[in-house]
Each structure stands twice: as structure tokens, then as C-alpha cells.
């Protein structure tokens, strides 16, 4: 089946430092891939996506490029704010039977310090 | 809009009881979905429906029941609380069955089944 493997946590920077939180992926077709954000106390948000091979998606200075050689989906910041601080989940959602439903990582926490 | 909302935000049950906790979204959308969140596994998927009167079983969906009458609610009926169903619950709704469609978070409901 599906899976989603992200680096582990937490993720602990400081401000202005550089971003990348690892996420590897499993599938048997071609997913569409994604990052969802959740802030403390929210639900989750979309971040960015990409939906077929050497696609980027980017969103508020975030980026991730969908290689399909690799089966990845890393996720990249130049210069992280305290208002970065948040679980990052990677996620894919695969045409098919299961059209719709994202299997997401384990999700990462990020800190970042003033 | 209000986008997706969830009540209760919190509750707490006693191995046993039922209960249901409620989703609504008004933007329309044909495709709503329930996850729960565990620490260290991401989000899985409970249950989802691809429209009214439609509905079908996602990765974990023992213990719970749904029912989609209306475009705008999908409540997720737990039938006899097990401490093993504490977590926290998020509903999602998109516009369409589709691989590639951002899906939209309500806020989550934190159960707690002591």
C-alpha cells in the first residue's frame, strides 16, 4: 500500500536559519503530493502541492519539488520566522479507488527561536 | 464562510458511552471525509462520503458509524467508547472526488475516553 516517511522530530532552529524536513514516498501509481501545516490549536491547512513529476510547489517562501526519481517531496525554506512554528505533515492522495484520501507522515515539529 | 466546523472542541467519556461528534461545511463541497490524529502516525482515515447518501470505510473505521443525509453534515457516531478511541478528530471536506483537490480542515474535537 501507500505510505509517507517524513524525518524525524522535533526540528529546532533559529530565526533566518535554512529549512528542509525530508519526506520519502510509497506508491503504486502517480500520487499527487502535498504539505499541510498545522499551527498550535488549529486544524490543518494546505501549505503547498505538486501533482505530477518535476512539478515545485511553493507557498509563503516554502518550496518542495515532486521527484519522481527519487520519490520525494522535501520541503525547503531559505530563512525561517518564529511564525514558522508549527507540525508539518507530507502527504499523497493516488488516482484510483481511492481517490480523495490522503495518507499522510508521521508529521514534524518545528520550532524556531527568536 | 465558515469554512469547516467541528463540535464539541472537547469531551470527555467513559468507556461505554456513545457519542456523536458533529461536522458541517458550507462551501458546497461533495467530498467530506474523517481522520483521527495520534501521536507519532499522522492522520488515518475513519470514514468518507463522496456525496449525499454515499459513504464508505477508510483505513480505521471499527467502532465508528456515519451518515451523510445532506451536502453540508457528516457527524461520526462513536457506538460504545474505548479508552483505544482517545485522539483527536478532524473532519475535511473538497470540492471534488479527487486526487488532486486541496482538502479544507475543521478545527478538531479532542476526545478523551477514560
Known amino acids: 500500500g501507500n505510505s509517507v516517511t517524513q524525518m524525524e522530530g522535533p526540528v529546532t532552529l533559529s530565526e533566518e536559519a535554512f529549512l528542509t524536513i525530508n519526506c520519502t514516498y510509497t506508491a503504486t501509481g502517480y500520487p499527487s503530493l502535498f504539505w499541510y501545516v498545522q499551527y498550535p490549536g488549529e486544524g490543518l491547512q494546505l501549505l503547498l502541492k505538486a501533482t505530477k513529476a518535476d512539478d515545485k510547489g511553493s507557498n509563503k517562501g516554502f518550496e518542495a519539488t515532486y521527484r519522481k526519481e527519487t520519490t520525494s517531496f522535501h520541503l525547503e525554506k531559505g530563512s525561517v520566522q518564529v511564525s514558522d512554528s508549527a507540525v508539518y505533515f507530507c502527504?499523497?492522495?493516488?488516482?484510483?479507488?481511492?481517490?480523495?484520501?490522503?495518507?499522510f507522515g508521521q508529521g514534524t515539529i518545528l520550532t524556531v527561536h527568536p | 464562510n465558515a469554512g469547516v466546523t467541528q463540535t464539541p472542541k472537547f469531551q470527555v467519556l467513559k468507556t461505554g458511552q456513545s457519542m456523536t461528534l458533529q461536522c458541517a461545511q458550507d462551501?458546497?463541497?461533495?467530498?467530506m471525509s474523517w481522520y483521527r490524529q495520534d501521536p507519532g502516525m499522522g492522520l488515518r482515515l475513519i470514514h468518507y462520503?463522496?456525496?449525499?447518501?454515499?459513504?464508505d470505510q477508510g483505513e480505521v473505521p471499527n467502532g465508528y458509524n456515519v451518515s451523510r443525509s445532506t451536502t453540508e453534515d457528516f457527524p461520526l457516531r462513536l457506538l460504545s467508547a474505548a479508552p483505544s478511541q482517545t485522539s483527536v478528530y478532524f473532519c475535511?471536506?473538497?470540492?471534488?472526488?479527487?486526487?488532486?483537490?486541496?482538502?479544507?480542515f475543521g478545527p478538531g474535537t479532542r476526545l478523551t475516553v477514560l
Open positions: 475535511a471536506s473538497s470540492k471534488e472526488w479527487s486526487s488532486y483537490n486541496e482538502q479544507f
Open positions: 502527504a499523497l492522495s493516488e488516482e484510483g479507488t481511492s481517490y480523495g484520501k490522503l495518507t
Open positions: 462520503s463522496v456525496g449525499a447518501g454515499i459513504t
Open positions: 462551501m458546497n463541497h461533495e467530498y
